[in-house]
């Protein structure tokens, strides 16, 4: 059974950071592509970040780029998400997501289609 699990949100002030985690287990994701997206309340889920099976691209959602940082180990299933300069408006639950059936894009992917499995997601609090 395949599993993703997040873990480092929690409750910040304003212009503070958190690094979240996600480690992936049941099969490997390797050659795979993962990403975080988030939901706020109310809100429709949305693309936060992504890193190609290599490590070699990210891409970010226009409002964190310069304050969030992607990275991951695919070979070891786990990809982590550096939140600095975090925002009231961050406030929302972040999901882990990973692509399972084609391997080794160069394209990051940012559609939530195009994810196949998913945590459960970690809360991220900012207050003003």
């Known amino acids: 059974q395949v599993q993703l699990v997040e873990s480092g949100g929690g409750l910040v002030q304003a212009g503070g950071s958190l690094r979240l985690s996600c480690a992936a287990s049941?099969?490997?994701?390797?050659?795979?592509?993962m990403g975080w997206f988030r939901q706020a309340p109310g809100k429709e889920r949305e693309f936060v970040a992504a890193i190609t099976w290599s490590g070699g691209s990210t891409y970010y959602t226009d409002s964190v780029k310069g304050r969030f940082t992607i990275s991951g180990a695919n070979a070891k299933n786990t990809v982590y998400l550096q939140m600095n300069s975090l925002k009231p408006e961050d406030t929302a639950v972040y999901y882990c997501a990973a692509e399972g059936n084609r391997p080794f894009r160069a394209i990051v992917p940012t559609r939530r289609e195009e994810y196949h499995y998913w945590g459960q997601g970690t809360q991220v609090t900012v207050s003003s």
């Open positions: 049941g099969r490997t994701f390797s050659s795979y592509a």
